[in-house]
């Protein structure tokens, strides 16, 4: 199998804090691997702006340095890198102010896509959008990309995606999440649409249950005054796991095209049900022998916001009815993975008796690492005896699978700035999508706010709070072992 590198049409591509550590872990080092594989054109143009005052060659070796330290583990060809430094300018601008901005607008080119890249806080958006219009750099065709996040509440959403709008249209506004570029996360329709196997049993008939876990093994490292005000529900649940949940559950749009899919996305939002109080919990990692707690890191000694939350959801629709989907997302976790699990239902009358035991088939998506996916289905246990049943795994890992292809594919920051510069917003969050996952968030953390509950301490390197197994456990079942 030979995949296919499409190149892009050329461009020019505005990076607001473009010096900032989003710019160099990911963005910088994605774009260069992207003219590595030769979908970005000779013709094309990066232009970094942020409050800083560099030069051109400066802010090269910003980049070089950027790539060197966060970019592929494959040796660099300096010759390549060094061709690539020559597409780089740089403008210093205060965003706040109209320092930087005629300069900047006399480097964009206005027979090019051009592409403005907010890596900035979200205070800055409006700030950004009214000077793009104001010094005539962006126009009817430009794409601005915003990063998470959109908001802390349904409110701030509100007024940031107004904000917007004052000066560019839905169609041009990209908000960027990163989960959606994976590999993985794109095959999840691919399972789902276009195997006939797996959409006729998709649905409450045939599935008992949906579990998704985001664990991480770090905790919120510098990120510590952020995260206590935000916490993982507004920091993964309403985006990250939302997406999630809205691609395993969406009905098959009519056709792979962003509004399409979105569309579809968004009824499964509009379903949700509220959330009961003893549906959820919530916790906050413990020390470790070489670390400090969760509250330590957040310099908060009473802090109630929580680094783990498990929650049971139910979606109020014909395909769905009564089949729950158990969500859960944490730090300091006994391992770094993502996983999707879909458990389904028993057989409906086992022929085997008894000493066979029960058994169901589960579809696993590995998102995170060593990306795949695993069947299990039930066989007869090799041997004399008697027919006992044992469960084995189809296995796909997709390096084992695609080969180099895999290994070779992009990750999600490059897929997604080149699906900006394409014009495609299939996996980018409508500005509709984006209210509606705050309508429904906002009255769990009111109400959990109102009780005064304090989060439940659980150990570093655990699968988090007992009282998240207990949950899960009241409905007769068990969660996936949190494991590479």
Known sequence: ???????????????????????????????????????????????????????????????????????????????????????????????????????????????????????????????????????????????????????????????????????????QIYRIDHYLGKETVQNLMAVRFGNMLFEPLWNSQYIDHIQITVAETVGVGGRGEYYDRSGAMRDMVQNHLMQLLCLIAMEPPAKFEPDAVRDEKLKVIRALEPVLPHHIVRGQYGPSEDDDDFRTHVEDSSSKTESFIAMKMAISNWRWAGTPFYLRTGKRLKARTSEITVVFKDAPHSIFGADAGRHNNELRIRLQPNEG???????????????????????????????????????????????VIRGNQTLFMRGDEVEAAWAWTDPIIEGWQARGEIPKTYDSGSEGPTDAMAMIARDGRIWREIKR
């Open 1 to 171: 199998m030979v995949s296919r590198v499409i190149p892009v049409d050329p461009f020019d591509l505005v990076i607001f804090g473009g010096t900032g550590d989003l710019a160099r872990r990911k963005i910088l080092p994605g774009l260069f691997r992207r003219f590595c594989s030769g979908q970005m054109s000779s013709e094309s143009k990066i232009i970094g702006a942020a409050r800083g005052v560099h030069t051109a060659e400066e802010f090269s070796k910003i980049v070089a340095s950027a790539i060197h330290e966060f970019g592929s583990s494959d040796a660099i060809d300096e010759s390549v890198l060094a061709e690539f430094l020559t597409r780089l300018d740089y403008v210093a601008v205060d965003a706040r102010g109209d320092t930087g901005w005629t300069e900047l607008a006399g480097k964009i080119r206005k027979n090019l896509v051009n592409a403005f890249y907010f890596s900035v806080g979200p205070s800055l958006f409006g700030d950004l959008a009214e000077r793009l219009k104001r010094f005539e750099m962006a126009d009817d065709d430009s794409r601005i990309v915003v990063e998470k996040p959109f908001g802390r509440d349904l409110a701030t959403a509100k007024a940031l995606n107004a904000s917007l709008a004052k000066h560019f249209d839905e169609t």
């Open 373 to 419: 996916m695993t069947l299990d289905v039930t066989i007869k246990e090799p041997g004399p005896g008697g027919m006992r049943l044992v469960d084995v795994p189809l296995d796909m890992a997709f390096a084992d699978a695609l080969g180099d292809n895999a290994i070779d594919a992009p990750d999600a920051y490059e897929r997604l700035i080149m699906d």
